[in-house]
């Protein structure tokens, strides 16, 4: 030790700054396996992301069964970050923006690599910094160092640890896009090139995928079906029954029954119609006496029963 020279001392310097930088060793070598492999768009990492209960910036807890069937974008960053976390967040914060004009569903979760000194507060003071929209962006923490380090490494193949020689941590800076199952698609620079259109290219795929492969996460917003008859012509009326729902028309309703009857008549007649055409079920009536006229349609559509009733006159 006592023969050190000056070359050494400068190369002690120069580990020490690299190993202060945020971008660890690893996350060098991926962006240098990421160029030469040129990942294609349906390239799939397939990497399973372990569940996980944690906290968000609101202190509310956040689990992973939070994102099921949803498509996500995710990065690590701590919020005393020195480096790459800042302009990291500016980046996502762009992509949130870029998601909303083109009316792409997904959502953004930020993992704290520094859960001691994150707290959701001060999750939340960074997050605004940079005009996070919390609705679907969720800044996690609450969770040991270890739990991150493991997490990290288990789902994402990403390096997180405490920097000895500083307050700071050394961790990947990858935009990762996660599909609807939980499995890791994609894997972006999320710091210097980061391919913005590219991600939202992606991302809106994997979310178009998600509503084809699972068309009940809608349900909660999925409006009954909706049934009109409407009457037309006197002598001989045609009745139809537009059935739509969330206002599309349903061309496949399981049951479309019409049944009329003369007032005050006991004598009812059905007719059942199994296609529609733009959602329009249409039933013409024949031998009708002169009188007034009750009809129903009976429409079973997706599970849902609706009934309504009309009155016609025949001269
Ligand atoms: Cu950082």
Redesign the pocket.
């Known amino acids: 030790m006592k023969k050190r020279s000056t070359a050494c001392l400068l190369l002690s310097a120069l580990l020490f700054l690299l190993l202060a930088s945020?971008s660890s060793q690893e996350e060098h070598e991926n962006m240098k396996m990421d160029k030469s492999k040129d990942v294609k768009a349906n390239d799939s990492l397939n990497w399973k992301v372990d569940s996980f209960t944690y906290t968000d910036e609101e202190g509310k807890p956040f689990s992973i069964e939070q994102l099921k069937g949803k498509v996500w974008l995710t990065n690590f960053?701590?919020t005393n970050?020195k480096?790459?976390?800042p302009p990291?967040t500016a980046h996502m914060a762009k992509l949130q923006q870029m998601l909303v004009g083109e009316k792409i569903t997904a959502e953004i979760v930020s993992f704290s690599v520094d859960p001691k000194r994150d707290t959701p507060e001060q999750l939340r003071s960074f997050g605004k910094k940079f005009n996070s929209d919390f609705t679907n962006w969720h800044f996690l923490t609450g969770y040991s160092q270890d739990e991150i380090e493991n997490f990290a490494k288990d789902s994402f193949k990403a390096a997180v640890s405490a920097d000895p020689t500083s307050d700071?941590?050394i961790?990947g800076t990858s935009i990762y896009l996660v599909n609807s199952k939980g499995k890791v698609l994609r894997r972006y620079d999320g710091v210097q090139n980061v391919p913005f259109d590219e991600i939202v290219k992606d991302t809106k795929a994997a979310a178009n995928q998600a509503v084809k492969e699972n068309p009940i996460q809608n349900e909660e917003e999925a409006q009954p079906v909706k049934v009109e008859l409407t009457i037309s012509g006197n002598n001989h009326p045609a009745i139809k029954a537009a059935v739509s729902q969330n206002g599309e028309p349903v061309n496949a309703a399981d049951e479309v029954l019409f049944e009329w009857w003369r007032s005050g008549e006991k004598k009812h007649q059905k007719v059942e119609i199994k296609e529609g055409k733009n959602g329009i079920y249409t039933l013409k009536t024949h031998d009708l006496k002169p009188g007034k006229y009750v009809v129903i349609s009976h429409v079973t559509a997706r599970g849902m029963h609706t009934m309504p009733k009309k009155e016609f006159s025949v001269k």
């Open positions: 945020c960053i701590f970050c480096t790459v976390c990291m700071q941590f961790h």
